[in-house]
């Protein structure tokens, strides 16, 4: 994930945009927000997005807008990295990353995994996640 602007590194406080990598067989949790509306956009790789317990095929050029409160989870379901942009509105998940990432500078290898902070729910419920539905 890479964020790209944000409140803290623009005049703009009203929303936040990047840029995300799913690898095969990764996903996004299914998870909502509770005050944010959402965008993704692909523009590289293929998979699946559940979008309130709906299935759609994502596909490069695909768009989709997710409302505030709205279940959602995307899977990489294709042989290459999935590439998402998405915006968000109003901002706050660049908050979210901070607090459960681990921050690199472009060019530096991809971090090896690890295990989401223990105190994850706590930073959810800071964040204004809405606990997903099902998983």
């Given amino acids: 994930m890479i964020n790209k602007i944000n409140p803290y590194n623009s005049p703009y406080d009203a929303f936040s945009t ?3 990598v799913l ?20 523009y590289r790789g ?4 559940d979008i309130d317990g ?5 596909l490069p050029e695909t768009m989709i807008l997710i409302g ?16 998402l942009l998405w ?3 109003p901002a706050g998940l660049e908050d ?14 991809l971090p090896a995994p690890f295990d989401r902070p223990l105190d994850v729910e706590m930073i959810q419920a800071q964040q204004r996640f809405i606990a997903p539905s099902k998983d």
């Fill in 18 to 20: 990047g840029l995300q």
């Fill in 23 to 42: 690898e095969p067989g990764a996903h996004i949790r299914r998870h909502a927000h509770e005050r944010s509306h959402e965008l993704l956009f692909c």
């Fill in 46 to 49: 293929t998979g699946q997005a």
């Fill in 54 to 58: 709906k299935l759609y095929d994502v």
């Fill in 68 to 83: 505030r409160g709205v279940q959602h989870k995307v899977t990489n379901t294709g042989a290459s990295q999935m590439r």
């Fill in 87 to 89: 915006f968000i509105a």
């Fill in 96 to 109: 979210w990353f901070r607090a459960i990432g681990r921050p690199r500078r472009p060019g530096e290898p």
